[in-house]
């Protein structure tokens, strides 16, 4: 069984900053590429940042050069850094990742989501 947890959501005035996680839990033998997700209600989710694991990263046009993403492979974690936030990030976030949970093949896992809410 794999688990996804995601937290550091929470609410945060304009120009602020937020942190945050993702944690993978369970039997994990790999995980491959991790990502940020965020949706508002109504609209399509939308990829906010990639992470492959070896580090490389991809962000949305969005949040390109305010937003970090990071990831620990030892702990099968995950940190998303949100500098200069706006009321256009405010939305739920989620956690994706591609894990092999034994050995055989990869799937997609998500985790259920945190709000963040940017407004004064």
């Known amino acids: 069984q794999v688990h996804i947890v995601e937290s550091g959501g929470g609410l945060v005035q304009p120009g602020g900053s937020l942190r945050l996680s993702c944690a993978a839990s369970g039997t994990i033998v790999s995980i491959s590429t991790m990502r940020w997700y965020r949706q508002v209600p109504g609209k399509q989710r939308e990829m906010v940042a990639t992470i492959s694991s070896g580090g490389v990263a991809v962000y949305g046009n969005s949040v390109k050069g305010r937003f970090t993403i990071s990831r620990d492979n030892a702990n099968n974690t995950m940190s998303l850094q949100m500098n200069s936030l706006g009321p256009e990030d405010t939305a739920v976030y989620y956690c994706?990742?591609?894990?092999?949970?034994?050995?055989?093949?990869?799937?997609?896992?998500w985790g259920q989501g945190t709000q963040v809410t940017v407004s004064s």
């Open positions: 994706n990742a591609d894990i092999k949970p034994s050995l055989g093949a990869f799937y997609v896992y």
